[in-house]
Structure formats: structure tokens, C-alpha cells
């Protein structure tokens, strides 16, 4: 069983920055590809970022691309979303999932273990 837990969620004023941690144990993160992803109550769970199991290949949502960047450490078991310019609009629970998979999904669906989601409430 792949068990994902977050951390890095904060308070931040608009245009700051935080850096989301993603981490698990006891498998091999380098076997599953990661994706984060947010939800807002009322809203549907919107992807974010993914990166592939190597860290080679990464796809950005639009509205994070050029703000957010995906990045992995697996000898550490561990997926980073840093996080940059910030906007109120990127106020969220955000989680992170895996999947055993050489393909990137951009579908929430599609993956199969998620964490239990760190918040992240950007002020204006």
C-alpha cells in the first residue's frame, strides 16, 4: 500500500511563494509517476502539475504554468510543487497522487493513492 502525505501548506500574501512536499515510504517512488492536483469546495478537484516516475517529463495546467514547477527527488521518496507568484485564485487544498506508470494522466481518475491533501490559502 502507497501511502502519500503532504506538507508545505501555509498562509501566503499574493505574489509569495511556498513549496509543497510530497512524500511516502516503504515503496520505490521512482517506479510511479505524481501528480498534484487542488480542489476548492464547490468546485471540481482541477489538476495542477505531473511528472513522470524519471522526472524527465513534467506538464503544467495553464493556469499554473510559468508560476508552478514539478520536480522529484527519488532517492529522498519525495515530489516537490514549488510554488511562485501566487494568486488568490491558487487558494486550494491540494493533493498529490501516484500511479504505477510510465504515462503522465492529467485525469484524477486516473490515479490510484492520494495523500490526505495540505492547504494552501493565498491572501490579497
Known amino acids: 500500500q502507497v501511502q502519500l502525505v503532504e506538507s508545505g501548506g501555509g498562509l501566503v500574501q499574493a505574489g509569495g511563494s511556498l513549496r509543497l512536499s510530497c512524500a511516502t515510504s516503504?515503496?520505490?517512488?521512482?517506479?510511479?509517476?505524481v501528480g498534484w492536483f487542488r480542489h476548492t469546495p464547490g468546485k471540481e478537484r482541477e489538476f495542477v502539475a505531473t511528472?513522470?516516475?524519471?522526472?524527465?517529463?513534467?506538464y503544467y495546467s495553464e493556469s499554473v504554468k510559468g508560476r508552478f514547477t514539478i520536480s522529484r527527488d527519488n532517492a529522498k521518496n519525495t515530489v516537490y510543487l514549488q510554488m511562485n507568484s501566487l494568486k488568490p485564485e491558487d487558494t486550494a487544498v491540494y493533493y498529490c497522487a501516484a500511479r504505477l506508470s510510465s504515462a503522465l494522466y492529467t485525469q484524477a481518475g486516473r490515479y490510484d493513492y492520494w495523500g490526505q491533501g495540505t492547504q494552501v490559502t493565498v491572501s490579497s
Open positions: 511528472i513522470s516516475k524519471s522526472g524527465d517529463i513534467t
Open positions: 516503504g515503496v520505490s517512488f521512482s517506479n510511479y509517476a
